[in-house]
């Protein structure tokens, strides 16, 4: 059975940062695309970062020099580092497989808050 | 970017009625080579991740019900619920999964009416 788990989220203030993770079972994630999707609160979907099998990795605009994504594929691990945290990065943070995400986890709340 | 614009941003429809929800890429997410259109359908429910309706713009998810169809091709799609059932209450986003920045909509709410 595939499962998605996230952790590392919590209360931050800006100008921090955060690592994310989100660990895999039932697949091998190097086999895959995987990604970040944030859901600030009461708003929309945002896809943040993916990486490719290939280990090329792509960022949204909003993210790109100060989000970094990895994978530990001895881990089964996926990873997003987040730097220079903002106020407006306050969201959920869903890790999802493949691009047309068929499977996703529960999510983790990260809050940038003084 | 690829910028995706859906519409209504929210309808309210009578139980066993049509729901018809409209996506516009402002690009086209055809790619030729394979001619696949790299569009997917999601629901979200309250406190829930998003679930995977549709990929491929019209190939359904394994256990999705029939009555969710998903069309068009280019830069025009509709996500269609042909009886709208009590459990199909929810938020619904369409996401282009072309080139290397992905996209969603920004989200279409489905009420009883």
């Known amino acids: 059975e595939v499962q998605l788990v996230e952790s590392g989220g919590g209360l931050i203030q800006p100008g921090g940062s955060l690592r994310l993770s989100c660990a895999a079972s039932g697949f091998t994630i190097s086999s895959n695309y995987m990604s970040w999707v944030r859901q600030a609160p009461g708003k929309g979907l945002e896809w943040v970062s993916a990486?490719?099998?290939?280990?090329?990795?792509y960022y949204a605009d909003s993210v790109k020099g100060r989000f970094t994504i990895s994978r530990d594929n001895s881990k089964n691990t996926l990873y997003l580092q987040m730097n220079s945290l903002r106020a407006e990065d306050t969201a959920v943070y869903y890790c999802?497989?493949?691009?047309?995400?068929?499977?996703w986890g529960q999510g983790t709340l990260v809050t940038v808050s003084s | 970017d690829i910028v995706m614009t859906q519409s209504p941003d929210s309808l309210a429809v009578s139980l066993g009625e049509r729901a018809t929800i409209n996506c516009k890429s402002s690009?086209?997410?055809?790619?030729?080579?394979?001619?696949?259109?790299?569009l997917a359908w999601y629901q979200q429910k309250p406190g829930q991740p998003p679930k995977l309706l549709i990929y491929?713009?019209?190939t359904r998810e394994s256990g999705v019900p029939d009555r969710f169809s998903g069309s068009g091709s280019g830069t025009d799609f509709t996500l269609t619920i042909s009886s709208l059932q009590t459990e199909d209450v929810a938020v619904y986003y369409c996401?282009?999964?072309?080139?290397?920045?992905?996209?969603f909509g920004q989200g279409t709410k489905v009420e009883i009416k």
């Open positions: 990486i490719y099998n290939s280990g090329n990795t």
């Open positions: 999802a497989r493949d691009s047309m995400m068929g499977y």
């Open positions: 996401q282009h999964y072309y080139g290397s920045q992905w996209t």
């Open positions: 491929w713009a019209s």
């Open positions: 690009q086209s997410v055809l790619y030729s080579s394979n001619n696949k259109n790299y």
